[in-house]
C-alpha cells in the first residue's frame, strides 16, 4: 500500500436490476472508505443506485496467453450461441 491508500476497483448499477459496470477505480485505506470515495467519485450526480468496491489486487483474470487454452473448449460447444434459440414474442430486455 503506497501514502494514497489500496487501489480498488469500483462497479456501479445504474438502475435496480441492471447488472453492476466498471466505473474506474479509488484509492482508500479500507473498504468503507472506498465506498465513501467512489459514491463521491462516480455517484455525485445520483448515476448510481449500488455501488460496489473490490481490492484491485483480488481480481484475478486471463491474460492474452491464455487465448486458446482457457477459451478453447467452449469454442466446440454449438448449442451455446445465441442463433439456436427463439426469443418468444413479448419478451423484453434480452
Known sequence: MNDEGRLWEVF????????????GNVHAADA???LQNARDVYSRRG?????W????????????????PFFDPSNNKAYRHPQFYSVPKGVRGI
Open 12 to 23: 456501479t448499477q445504474s438502475k435496480q436490476g441492471a447488472p453492476h459496470e466498471h466505473a
Open 47 to 51: 448515476e448510481a443506485v449500488s455501488i
Open 53 to 68: 468496491v473490490v481490492p484491485s489486487d483480488q481480481i484475478f483474470a486471463t491474460s492474452p496467453s491464455d487465448e486458446g
Open 32 to 34: 468503507e472508505m472506498a
